[in-house]
């Protein structure tokens, strides 16, 4: 699944928020910056938004 279809997901931000908040270095997967919101994740990684999971 999508990185920026996981944030959207869990209710936090809508898509279009979220794929901003990726672009704008405020998450990370598996402790890395990420920075491109199409990238596959999968639900064993851990996505943290502004260091919240």
């Known amino acids: 699944m999508k990185l920026f279809k996981v944030i959207s ?4 931000l809508s898509r279009r928020k979220s794929i901003d908040a990726i672009q704008e270095a405020m998450v990370t997967v598996n402790g890395k910056l990420i920075l491109d919101p199409f990238i596959d994740v999968e639900a064993k990684d851990d ?6 999971k």
Not at 9 to 12: A, F, H, K, M, R
Not at 47 to 52: Q, Y
């Open 9 to 12: 997901s869990s209710g936090e």
């Open 47 to 52: 996505i943290r938004l502004d260091d919240k």
